[in-house]
């Protein structure tokens, strides 16, 4: 009797501390849903503590580019040379301008250029080597700039007109019929 007795309590306990449970998960998930309720009416946004603040930079003060010219004509050359340009600049901007990357636009050509932040006033350069081979005719390669400028991004192009080489002056390409 003894046994059932101790049984029957345990299981009321058990069925007690269950339903606390319940309630407390409840309670938790209410609160939760209100929580996400008032945050939804007052459209603001939480700033995380671990933010920092930030102000959108004014383009007054960025670094500018000031080039002698943007675009270089090589005229006409024969297939095969090579034409290597420098493109100078001088920063009239506020503040140390910085070149992060520069891209061509085909593997036919190739940049250099000042890889330290050049200060205002100061004069800085961009290189652009094309290599003309397996290239015919109308020829307009681009180099991008990215920098702390406005805009971010700056395009130099190169121009002119490749000879193709003539097709005696080779060797043959592949097997000759007879």
């Known amino acids: 009797m003894k046994i059932k007795l101790l049984s029957v309590f345990a299981l009321v306990l058990a069925m007690a501390s269950s339903c606390d449970q319940k309630?407390?998960?409840?309670a938790k998930i209410q609160a939760l849903e209100d929580k996400i309720a008032q945050l939804e009416n007052n459209n603001t946004a939480?700033?995380?503590?671990?933010a920092q603040t930030t102000t959108a930079a004014d383009?007054?003060?960025?670094?500018?580019f000031q080039f002698t010219e943007m675009e270089?004509?090589?005229?006409t050359i024969n297939e095969g040379q090579?034409?290597?340009?420098?493109?100078?600049f001088t920063n009239n901007g506020q503040s140390p301008l910085v070149i992060s990357n520069?891209?061509?636009?085909?593997?036919?050509?190739s940049p250099d250029w000042t890889k330290t932040?050049?200060?205002?006033?100061?004069?800085?350069?961009?290189?652009?080597?094309?290599?003309s081979t397996a290239k015919s005719g109308a020829q307009a390669p681009t180099v991008t700039i990215q920098a702390n400028t406005n805009p971010t991004v700056t395009r130099l192009r190169l121009k002119g007109s490749v000879t193709p080489k003539l097709a005696g002056a080779s060797a043959p390409a592949g097997p000759l019929k007879r």
């Open 23 to 26: 309630d407390d998960q409840a």
């Open 46 to 50: 939480v700033t995380p503590v671990n």
């Open 59 to 64: 383009p007054s003060t960025l670094g500018q």
């Open 72 to 75: 270089y004509d090589f005229g």
């Open 82 to 88: 090579v034409v290597e340009h420098i493109f100078n």
């Open 102 to 109: 520069i891209t061509a636009s085909c593997g036919c050509t």
């Open 117 to 131: 932040p050049v200060n205002p006033g100061e004069e800085g350069f961009v290189k652009v080597v094309f290599n």
